[in-house]
């Protein structure tokens, strides 16, 4: 039996696994609904039936996992998570590595695999790469040099956590005014339900300028279907909006507006701390939102001093929703394997994988 690679992308909904060969080309692939509130224990299980069925292709050598949360240096997870009960506490490196036939394993934060798999998709080409994932929530990771920058228990770049409007819309994690009550996917449904609704958005300094980009803005939203059907009842989410904007509906155009507002803030802080010389925008929002890069780039002069932005790129993902997946592969090949190695086989698979 041939060596394979083993990737793991362990969400709140899904967890997806992937078996690379030794020359890193795509074998297999399993996935499972994740048992997200029964508890750690049936989380575990889960991720042990997608290695075993993985492990039918061949002798794992290497496993990496990408988790939400924050994680240590040992693959324990150590930080919030909330979307899988109990998960604080797991011994998830241990488990995997046990799992896969003591073979070695590293878990890291599901952002920072993203990041890496981008990185490497471009074969290591930016020195300095931001990735921002676009979701159920908003995720992050950094990369330098091509290594992951972490911070305490691999929690650094919590984009979505960036308060851009003090006071503003309640954000999951308890704060106010985070970058993720207004840019992630739910909550840019959310924004279009309360705004066709007439209900208190709090958009703050937001409102103020999209209503100065939008100067005969008709604050009911008469002459938009999207608004109509959420008045007759729709439950909407981003591709709802997304759709609208397609079609030029006027509610859908000024939320889009507000979320590139948001999702432009937070990322000016990004550039002023970080540097970067490339922004990753992926995560199941941009499918629907392919102006997003650009539209953030536009937004960057007045936000933020010019050498930040001048020489930093935006660009869309390459590897879409299987970013974290293909980085958790290629960061777990990378123990067993030279990084230049891993880079060379995997980066002529970038373009070509989705
Ligand atoms: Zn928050």
């Known amino acids: 039996m041939s060596n394979i690679h083993i990737g793991l992308d362990i969400g709140g909904q899904t967890i997806r696994c992937i078996a690379l060969d030794a020359k890193l080309n795509r074998v297999s692939e399993a996935s499972i609904v994740t048992p997200a509130r029964e508890g750690s224990l049936a989380v575990l299980a889960a991720i042990r039936s997608v290695i075993d069925m993985a492990a039918e292709e061949g002798t794992i050598i290497s496993v990496g996992a990408g988790t939400p949360g924050g994680v240590d240096s040992q693959g324990v997870i150590v930080g919030m998570a909330a979307n899988i009960a109990g998960w604080f506490g797991t011994h998830l490196g241990e488990y995997i590595s046990s799992a896969a036939g003591g073979v070695p394993a590293v878990v890291r934060n599901d952002g920072n695999m993203a990041a890496f798999g981008e990185w490497v998709a471009r074969k290591g080409s930016s020195r300095a790469l931001v990735y921002i994932g676009l979701g159920t929530g908003i995720g992050g990771g950094y990369i330098e040099?091509?290594?992951?920058?972490?911070?305490?228990?691999?929690?650094a770049l919590e984009i979505g956590h960036f308060a851009i409007e003090p006071g503003g819309r309640s954000c999951v994690c308890g704060a106010q005014?985070?970058?993720?009550?207004?840019?992630s996917g739910p909550s840019i449904g959310r924004i279009a339900m309360d705004l066709a609704l007439g209900k208190d958005p709090a958009l703050g300094s937001l409102d103020k300028t999209g209503t100065l980009q939008n100067p005969g803005l008709d604050k009911n939203f008469n002459n938009s279907q999207l608004a109509a059907a959420i008045r007759s009842g729709l439950h909407a989410n981003a591709k709802d909006v997304y759709e609208a904007y397609a079609k030029g509906d006027a509610l859908a155009l000024f939320v889009d507006f507000l979320a590139t507002e948001a999702l432009s803030r937070m990322t000016a802080t990004a550039l002023a701390v970080l540097a970067p010389d490339l922004v990753v925008l992926g995560g199941g929002v941009i499918r629907g939102a392919t102006h997003l890069p650009s539209?953030?780039?536009?937004?960057?002069?007045?936000?933020?001093?010019?050498?930040?932005?001048?020489?930093?790129?935006?660009?869309?993902?390459?590897?879409?929703?299987?970013?974290?997946?293909?980085?958790?592969?290629?960061?777990?090949?990378a123990l067993v394997a030279s990084s230049q190695d891993v880079i060379e086989s995997a980066s002529k698979w970038g373009k070509s994988l989705v």
């Open 145 to 155: 040099g091509g290594r992951i920058l972490g911070g305490c228990d691999d929690r």
């Open 177 to 183: 005014g985070c970058a993720e009550a207004y840019g």
């Open 295 to 333: 539209s953030i780039k536009k937004r960057m002069p007045s936000l933020v001093y010019e050498d930040a932005w001048r020489h930093c790129g935006f660009e869309q993902s390459l590897l879409s929703h299987e970013a974290g997946l293909y980085g958790a592969a290629w960061y777990g090949a």
